[in-house]
Nanobody, 115 residues
């Protein structure tokens, strides 16, 4: 079992920035992708950005040009740098990792953007 510990959420004014971090409790084998999803009140969970092994980074249209996903393999950590935040970015953000035969989710971290 792998635990994902997220941090970095909080309250920020529109136009501000936050950096989310997601650390895995141990090294991950047969990893295929790491990413971030979000769920706003009354809406379905949606992909924000992910990194696939050997593939390109993917971003939701709403995140392109503002968010950047990176990973540090040595620390088993994935980051989401969010700039130019908007009130509509308000949501619970979840870290996700998936590989051959498994998928794990973090507990979620709240991001609130005030106008």
């Amino acid at each position: 079992q792998v635990q994902l510990v997220e941090s970095g959420g909080g309250l920020v004014q529109a136009g501000g920035s936050l950096r989310l971090s997601c650390a895995a409790s141990r090294s991950i084998y047969s990893l295929r992708a790491m990413g971030w999803y979000r769920q706003a009140p009354g809406k379905q969970r949606e992909l924000v950005a992910d990194i696939t092994l050997g593939g390109p980074k993917r971003y939701a249209d709403s995140a392109k040009g503002r968010f950047t996903i990176t990973r540090d393999n040595a620390k088993n950590t994935v980051y989401l740098q969010m700039n130019s935040l908007k009130p509509e970015d308000r949501a619970v953000y979840y870290c996700n990792i998936r590989g051959i035969g498994y998928e794990y989710w973090g507990q979620g971290t709240q991001v609130t953007v005030s106008s």
